[in-house]
């Protein structure tokens, strides 16, 4: 398998522009989640899916932040306007689903996001 | 509202020494708790999972403990080698509230392991 995959790898924008970040979960993974990380935050659940739906966007910093997971394969995170202050490390995990004590989450290798 | 702490924030140690990373959690409703490594510039790797009914888990130079009672994990590495040389991250999974999926993570321990 070759596991959570993740595009783009490195992004540089100004401010202002729209942002698309990409998330393939593993095949059979039920849950896909997107996470934010940040020297000064450490790593921050940003939004959870359950069978492509989403069940807690509580960790979305704004409006200006949205995800969609259109299929059981594909999950997109948009930023739409960036700012600075979004600079970080997006990561996107997915797991099993089913028995929560046993779910293990697999994550990706991320995408650095720099707005200039 | 779960906070998760990990000291020390960096360990420096020569090659062949064995160490314990520590990590705290103050709500003790947890479902499990992970290890993770962190290599510069990449993702996350899962190392150990522990769950709550468990009090450690192995893998090869790596054992990991829990202690719910007292909010507490131990990431114990032997022998450590200069590939060990990572971010490690302790995070835990509650289950009060209704987030029983929502994974807590601490700031992490950069260990450095010289040749």
């Known amino acids: 398998d070759a596991g959570v995959i993740q595009s783009p790898r490195h992004e540089v924008t100004e401010m202002g522009q729209e942002v698309t970040l990409r998330c393939k979960p593993i095949s059979g993974h039920n849950s896909l989640f997107w996470y934010r990380q940040t020297m000064m935050r450490g790593l921050e659940l940003l939004i959870y899916f359950n069978n492509n739906v989403p069940i807690d966007d509580s960790g979305m910093p704004e409006d200006r932040f949205s995800a969609k997971m259109p299929n059981a394969s594909f999950s997109t995170l948009k930023i739409q306007p960036s700012e600075p202050r979004d600079s970080a490390v997006y990561f996107c995990?997915?797991?099993?689903?089913?028995?929560?004590?046993?779910?293990?989450?697999?994550f990706g290798p991320g995408t650095r996001l720099t707005v200039l | 509202k779960q906070e998760v702490t990990q000291i020390p924030a960096a360990l420096s140690v020569p090659e062949g020494e064995n160490l314990v990373l520590n990590c705290s959690f103050t709500?003790?409703?947890?479902?499990?708790l992970q290890w993770f490594r962190q290599d510069p510039g990449k993702g996350l790797t899962s190392l150990l999972l522990i769950q709550s009914s468990q009090r450690e888990q192995t893998s090869g130079r790596l054992n990991a403990s829990l202690d719910k009672s007292s909010g507490r994990s131990t990431l114990y590495i032997a022998a450590s080698q200069p590939g060990d040389s990572a971010t490690y991250l302790c995070a835990v999974l509650g289950n009060s509230g209704g987030s029983n999926y929502k994974l807590t993570f601490g700031k992490g321990t950069l260990l450095t392991v010289n040749p």
């Open positions: 995990a997915s797991s099993l689903g089913g028995t929560i004590s046993y779910n293990e989450q697999f």
């Open positions: 709500d003790s409703a947890i479902y499990n």
